[in-house]
């Protein structure tokens, strides 16, 4: 509902009193029509929706809210909008959920509707990471898949990621498709749920160790310097799934390939959806990290490495010469993952010409130079790793995927699967700290001669949060803002080009010209300003937040010039900020 009166709300909040709704929700609904408007109308006023990450909101009663019933529409929109597309034969899905509360019932939900549509569900028998559920659906050759999770996002939330045969997350148009088939659901009744289905029903095959022992067979298959590896197997690693789903499967990984001295977190080893000892599951977020940081401290390990609770992202600490600990941003480790896989592919003689890596538009400009610099195709997609897997379709059989990355901290080294992973970007880390360690350097070492070859890029992410209706209206009227006012200047530099991506119509300023952008459409807008500083902005997807990316670069000549371009960029960056009042 783009627009919304009381009235409608509570016309909305009332067919949940129905009887097709269990006895506990009419309860709570009924609570709310009597009590306070606010929390009525921020359940009812709108239906969650596919963003970037899928579907995904606070758990409790509602159309805007994760709940037993919304993942019903959402999955028998899924199931009616697959029959649509592959016609009425037998058809399976792949589904796997998360250490999130609620994720068991809403997956089991999910499983009971498919198969009471008739679908062969492979539901795994505990949680996997969201990885794993990408490499089911194409080792099983599903025609889609789901996964229950909410990522990084608090623990009052969860979510429902739609899949399709490719194993990526679904895309223009079959994601609007699915919208579609939701939005035609006008009854619970219309939901498979087993009380209601008469039909044929299909069948639960739970998929566990042998699927496990596949999927860590083929991340092996990536390893590119095993021969430095076996040198440095009692390397220290520190792994901590921060309470999530890979505290089996990423150690299990890295000794796969070969490191065998890896430290866990004990109290963060441990599954559990209110993540106790962290106040946000988010590696992106340095205190995520800080428990595992103390356990590197207090034994000699090089590096620390933390997958969010579904196990797509990653973060990553390194120990300095003095001791101390860095964190990466994702920015750094994309670069430091882009280097790896390219200059090993290279000297290995791997590269034939027709390979190619991804980046977001927002993600730092440094992965592209080093791609080209090794003749290596970079190409740019939009925010959320569904159009990674959109692209490697679009060119399969003509080019080569390697590999890719973002600046939120997720990455895909290879095409065995179209998603995020974890687990084998952890392996991969693993192999660069060991090639530093070859060399007598940190992994920062080996990022300062990245810089110094390829060019220094600084990057710095601003969010903006806004929570709510009014949230929601403040970001769309600051979007307009910047889309109908743009500014001419930006911290002392001229705005020299403007890319919308709404429109998709490039602004050339300084010839007045414009072009066309080559993309999917979304809600971002770019400035490019004289002095090659790049600052783009956007609404989240899947939070109640404006994102502003700053990013700004040099070239250094020489290391002392590096360590001295690099507080500048940083200034730099503050200046901008300063100037845009973010």
Not at 498 to 508: A, E, F, G, Q, R
Request: with cysteine; glycine share 10%; net charge negative.
């Amino acid at each position: 509902m783009s627009s919304y009166s009381i009235s409608d709300v509570r016309e909305r909040a009332e067919r949940w009193l129905e009887p097709g709704f269990d006895d506990q929700t009419r309860s709570a609904v009924k609570l709310m029509l009597e009590g306070d408007e606010n929390l009525l109308t921020d359940a009812f006023y709108n239906d969650l929706e596919f963003g970037t990450g899928g579907m995904r909101g606070v758990m409790g009663v509602g159309t805007n809210r994760m709940n037993r019933y919304t993942v019903g529409m959402a999955a028998q929109g899924q199931a009616n909008y697959i029959r649509k597309v592959f016609g009425d034969g037998e058809h399976s899905v792949a589904i796997a959920y998360d250490c999130r509360l609620n994720s068991p019932l809403f997956a089991k939900t999910a499983a009971s509707i498919f198969s009471a549509n008739g679908f062969i569900v492979y539901l795994f028998d505990d949680i996997r990471p969201t990885p794993m559920l990408s490499f089911a659906i194409r080792d099983l050759g599903c025609k889609g898949g789901v996964v229950i999770t909410a990522s990084h996002n608090p623990p009052e939330y969860n979510g429902y990621k739609a899949y399709w045969d490719d194993g990526g997350q679904v895309v223009p148009p079959h994601d609007n498709g699915i919208i579609k088939e939701v939005r035609s659901i006008k009854s619970v009744s219309d939901i498979s749920f087993p009380e209601n289905s008469s039909g044929p029903v299909g069948q639960i095959v739970s998929l566990g160790s042998e699927t496990d022992r596949r999927y860590i067979e083929t991340v092996a298959s990536l390893s590119l310097t095993p021969h430095i590896t076996e040198k440095h197997t009692s390397m220290g690693i520190v792994f901590t799934p921060i309470h999530g789903t890979t505290a089996m499967i990423g150690p299990a990984v890295l000794r796969r390939f070969g490191f065998s001295n890896i430290t866990g977190v004990p109290e963060q080893d441990i599954p559990d959806g209110n993540f106790p000892t962290v106040k946000s599951p988010n590696p992106e977020e340095p205190e995520a990290l800080s428990m595992a940081i103390r356990k590197a401290e207090e034994s000699e390990a090089v590096i620390v490495m933390a997958t969010d609770p579904d196990g797509d992202r990653l973060g990553v600490a390194v120990r300095e010469s003095d001791n101390s600990f860095t964190l990466l941003n994702g920015n750094e480790t994309a670069a430091l993952l882009t280097w790896h896989i390219v200059s090993q592919m290279s000297s290995n003689g791997l590269l034939k010409g027709n390979e190619f890596i991804i980046k977001t538009i927002v993600t730092s400009e440094l992965i592209a130079g080093i791609a080209n610099d090794y003749g290596v195709k970079c190409f740019d997609v939009l925010t959320g790793f569904k159009y990674f897997a959109w692209l490697i379709r679009k060119l399969e059989g003509k080019m080569k995927y390697i590999g890719g990355g973002e600046e939120s901290f997720g990455y895909l080294p290879g095409d065995y699967i179209r998603d995020k992973d974890g687990p084998a970007s952890c392996a991969l880390m693993a192999e660069i700290a060991a090639i530093a360690e070859s060399q007598g350097k940190s992994v920062t070492g080996l990022l300062d001669d990245i810089w110094l070859r390829h060019g220094l890029w600084r990057e710095r992410l601003v969010n903006m949060v806004l929570k709510g209706i009014d949230g929601a209206a403040t970001i769309g009227k600051m979007m307009d803002d910047y889309r109908n006012n743009s500014p001419s200047e930006i911290a002392g530099s001229p705005v020299i080009q403007i890319k919308d991506y709404l429109t998709l119509v490039t602004s050339d300023i300084v010839s007045g010209t414009k072009s066309s952008i080559d993309s999917m459409p979304s809600n971002v807008l770019q400035f490019q300003l004289a002095d090659g500083s790049l600052i783009s902005v956007r609404p989240s997807g899947t939070e109640p937040k404006i994102k502003f990316y700053i990013s700004v670069n040099g070239r250094p000549g020489s290391s002392q010039e590096l360590k001295t371009m690099k507080n500048e960029l940083e200034r730099r960056i503050d200046t901008i900020i300063e100037d845009m009042k973010i």
